[in-house]
């Protein structure tokens, strides 16, 4: 049971460049988020999913994209990178609302 | 939106020694949960409180869900080298998909 996968766990890019943060869980949890951590800030929430085909705003969502095609995966993108992004990312999922989540490792991602 | 106050930032402690740590809100919540996160890993699970008063155990750590729903405690009894990390509250906000909020963290520090 791997749980809650993230890759990749480091990236560094360019400013004003594009890319995917993958998430998938194998546990068959409807809803799933994305997070950012920052130093002195906690855990912000980006964007979340109650299911396949439906994803909302969270906290700080300006920057990203999300999209829930299946149960399973649930990718970030960054369509034009900035520095202000660079920051650790995690992915976690839960099997309904009131339950806890579980957190993937995160990706650690650096804006040049 | 809803914040949580944690505290200590952070703490400097002697090997043994017991830890007290807490969150604290302006809003109520139905559900307080405490997560560790070790270097270069995601937040792993450690107490789920879900009624207001509740006492839980989990080996040498003790959690409560304070009596007036905006706040709860962490304590750790006879630390060892190991409970080392950055502890963090949540809470989950009973509000449309219920998302989860978290405070800044803990860092402790144990010299041994």
């Known amino acids: ?112 | 939106g809803q914040q949580l106050n944690q505290s200590p930032q952070s703490m400097f402690i002697q090997e043994g020694e017991d830890v007290s740590m807490n969150c604290t809100s302006s809003s109520i919540f139905n559900t307080w949960l405490w997560y560790k996160q070790d270097p270069g890993e995601g937040p792993v699970l450690l107490i789920a409180l879900y009624k207001a008063g509740e006492l839980t155990s989990n080996g040498r750590l003790t959690a409560q869900f304070g009596i007036t729903r905006k706040d709860s405690f962490l304590n750790i009894s006879a630390s060892i080298p190991s409970d080392v990390g950055i502890y963090f509250c949540a809470a989950l906000v009973f509000q449309g998909a219920q998302k989860l909020v978290f405070g800044q963290g803990t860092r402790l520090t144990i010299n041994p």
Request: glycine share 8%; aromatic share 8%; charged share 15%.
């Open chain 1, 1 to 112: 049971n791997a749980g809650v996968t993230q890759t990749p766990k480091f990236q560094v890019l360019k400013t004003g460049q594009s890319m995917t943060l993958q998430c998938a869980q194998d546990m068959n949890h409807e809803y799933m988020s994305w997070y950012r951590q920052d130093p002195g800030m906690g855990l912000r929430l980006i964007h979340y999913s109650v299911g396949a085909g439906i994803t909302d705003q969270g906290e700080v969502p300006n920057g990203y994209n999300v999209s829930r095609s299946t149960t399973e995966d649930f990718p970030l993108r960054l369509l034009s990178a900035a520095p202000s992004q660079t920051s650790v990312y995690f992915c976690a999922s839960r099997v309904s609302p009131n339950q806890p989540q579980h957190f993937g490792d995160g990706t650690r991602l650096s804006i040049l």
